[in-house]
């Protein structure tokens, strides 16, 4: 019997995205402290973050929630669309008229009632789509999950770890004009500090917000696109 903890979802949007925030902390303990080096340890930690993990998924949700999110589906399936030509729109909307007739107004081609309705019909695509067929579906909402996740704890995460960072420099003078530190800490310390540096430009300038419309547009293209296949 096989027991899946978690799925390819959960690795990949919200494990990977805890490992991500906390890979600067963790790095600086494999560096600074030789318990970390321990496989003991190791495997104590790890269990700790998988414990963890649960609860952090449920911060990411909260942090998620509050972020003011573009709907590209309906963007993309509105009447003045720049992404489908109106061949195509008119396509989609019989085949979704087809498939829940509540969606049947869609064939009035009004763009105000249209608008109301394509809020439900995104919901409603989202759903549809989590079945295994829609690999590539599946594929871009893994990737749109891992980005709006880190997204949304960008500034807090950038707060605190300024401060943490602020500490580190602090032991860092401390080692530079106190005798009682050995020379050894002195170029952990500098490890340390270089890698602040790394995960500073990493957020500053890859975890952005155009990066993060360029996957959700590619997201939604696909969760269009998958309305020939239902």
């Not at 906390?22 to 790095?27: D, E, G, K, Q």
């Not at 509050?66 to 003045?80: A, G, P, R, S």
């Amino acid at each position: 019997m096989s027991v899946d903890i978690f799925d390819k979802y959960d690795i990949r949007a919200r494990i990977c995205a805890m490992l991500f925030v906390i890979a600067p902390m963790l790095l600086d303990g494999y560096v600074m402290i030789d318990a970390f080096r321990n496989i003991t340890f190791t495997v104590l930690l790890a269990s700790l973050i998988l414990a963890y993990s649960c609860l952090f998924s449920c911060w990411i949700r909260f942090f998620g929630n509050k972020m003011d999110l573009k709907d590209y589906i309906v963007e993309f399936l509105m009447l003045d669309s720049k992404e489908l030509s109106q061949k195509c729109l008119k396509r989609y909307y019989e085949k979704l008229s087809k498939l829940e007739p509540s969606f049947s107004d869609l064939l009035d081609y009004d763009k105000k009632k249209s608008q109301k309705i394509l809020k439900d019909v995104s919901s409603w695509l989202r759903q549809k789509t989590r079945d295994e067929k829609f690999s590539l579906v599946r594929e871009e909402n893994i990737n749109y999950g891992f980005i709006r996740n880190i997204y949304s704890l960008k500034k807090i995460f950038l707060i605190v770890f300024s401060l943490y960072s602020l500490l580190l420099v602090v032991l860092f003078g401390i080692s530079v004009y106190s005798s009682s530190f050995e020379d050894v800490l002195s170029a952990k310390v500098w490890v340390c500090l270089i890698i602040h540096l790394l995960s500073y430009g990493i957020w500053i300038f890859g975890v952005t917000k155009k990066i993060f419309d360029f996957v959700a547009r590619k997201y939604a293209r696909e969760i269009v696109a998958a309305i020939d296949r239902l």
